[in-house]
């Protein structure tokens, strides 16, 4: 349980009851390694090796909200990383469908999220996530957690009519800002900047190298 965080997050502006209650019936502790329990109920983001890390709680419960899930939606998240957002959207949406690049941190949600706590509606693939989940397409919300220059023509091709794609857009280590586009019913696309983030790099093809801390 982090019912404190989700406290914080209220104080921060974050409405969604849902998203909130979502929060802090989640052990957020769970998904960061040992060495940094202590610090799970900060809204900081934590390393979990590899040179990624487990997303800031303002950050996860924000792009959560603006993904205006109504409990029904097949979501699409690219960058499991530590699996925390996963397990985020799997309380509040029909199913989730996750890609992780970094083999390693993959094998780790997955004992978490399929092993641990045992969620019903989420499935998980090591790959590049860039080209979505073609197989398992359309998608009525996508969500990318590492940064990109441009958006991966693959994920606007998995967009369904009426759903939102949202994802940090920037230079990989200079300025970004979290974009929400929208596909309208006529297939037209709409775009709103809605925060200014750091998140680490979207790689394409390769994973980052072992052994980064
Ligand atoms: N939501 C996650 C964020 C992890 S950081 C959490 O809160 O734990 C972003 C993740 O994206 C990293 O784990 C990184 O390895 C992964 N990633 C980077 N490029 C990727 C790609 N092309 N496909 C899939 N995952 C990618």
Known sequence: ????????????????????????????GRFVPEAH??????????PIGFGQT??????????????????DERVLEIG?????QTAVLA???????SVEIVAPLAERAREVLLGELALPNV????????LGWPDA??????????????IPDALIAQLA???????PLGEPHGDQALRVIRRERTGALGSEDVLPVRFVPLTHGVAPKDGAP
């Open 123 to 130: 499935s998980l693939r090591t790959g590049d996530g860039a």
């Open 137 to 150: 397409a359309p998608f009525d919300r996508i969500v990318v957690t590492a940064a990109t220059p441009r």
């Open 161 to 167: 009519p009426g759903g939102l794609l949202i994802l």
């Open 80 to 84: 499991t990383g530590s699996g925390y």
């Open 37 to 46: 329990r202590a610090e799970a109920d900060l809204d900081q983001p934590l």
């Open 91 to 97: 309380a509040l949406a029909r199913h989730v469908f």
């Open 1 to 28: 349980m982090s019912v404190a965080l989700a406290r914080r997050l209220a104080g921060q502006g974050i409405r969604d009851p849902r998203v909130l209650e979502a929060i802090a019936r989640l052990d957020r």
């Open 54 to 71: 487990i997303s800031q709680p303002f950050v996860v419960a924000f792009m959560t909200e603006r993904l205006e899930l109504s409990g």
